[in-house]
């Protein structure tokens, strides 16, 4: 089943404006993830938050975590056109066996408009 | 910095074909991953190895199966290939079990025809 569910699916913004994704997940998390994708390309890391962290910056982003509310949000400031992407939510749990499953949500993809 | 190496990058085989996705994970990155994400989708998690050995399985077909080699290379084969299995295919590494971030090759585009 989908551990995160991102809200929402498409968003468009004018350069400048900030943009905020929201993801949501089921179970308790090791740690919460965010990545972004270019079209057809690799999913490169943007971002992880551990549970026991509530917020962190990096850059033009932040991101918080409110694991009683099992819930995430990333915000971009001031964006760029060259933030137009899709971008992805991922939870960490430890899967019994032998390693941590890495599992996505469905991702927002961000316009942004020069 | 060496990065997730897959290959190749484009495959087109027929219906009923058999395929193999080749991944080189960043060395001394003890987790593999394998993702399929078909058009618009999320990826979708097929299978992991830790240290060479199947630690998880996700929603991947009794036709495909993979494994991981003393190089730690690792290997998708499909076989009896479907329409439906046309898809990006990627392959992520990681260390400490897949606790920390994950780094992803560029993929390997698949299309049955």
């Known amino acids: 089943s989908q551990q995160g569910e991102e809200d929402p699916q498409a968003l468009s913004i004018q350069e400048g404006e900030n943009a905020t994704m929201n993801c949501s997940y089921k179970?308790?998390?090791?740690?919460l993830q965010w990545y972004r994708q270019n079209s057809g390309r690799g999913l490169v890391h943007l971002i992880l938050i551990r549970s026991n962290e509530r917020e962190k910056h990096s850059g033009r982003l932040r991101v918080t975590l409110d694991t009683s509310k099992k819930s995430s949000s990333l915000l971009i400031t001031a964006s760029r056109a060259a933030d137009t992407a899709s971008y992805f939510c991922?939870?960490?749990?430890?899967?019994?066996?032998?390693?941590?499953?890495?599992?996505f949500g469905k991702g927002t993809k961000l316009s942004v408009i020069p | 910095a060496a990065g997730v190496i897959q290959s190749p990058r484009h495959l087109i085989k027929e219906k009923r074909e058999t395929a193999t996705l080749k991944c080189y994970p960043i060395p001394r990155h003890d987790t593999v991953y394998w993702y399929q994400q078909g058009p618009g989708q999320d990826p979708q998690f097929l299978i992991s190895f830790y240290e060479k050995m199947q630690s998880d399985k996700g929603s991947i077909p009794d036709r495909f199966s993979a494994q991981q080699f003393s190089d730690y290379h690792s290997e998708l084969n499909m076989s009896s290939l479907e329409l439906g299995d046309s898809a990006l295919y990627f392959c992520?590494?990681?260390?400490?079990?897949?606790?920390?971030?994950?780094?992803f090759g560029q993929g390997t585009r698949l299309t049955v025809v």
């Open positions: 991922a939870t960490v749990l430890w899967s019994g066996a032998g390693s941590y499953q890495l599992t």
């Open positions: 992520a590494s990681s260390r400490g079990g897949g606790l920390n971030e994950a780094f």
């Open positions: 179970t308790s998390i090791n740690n």
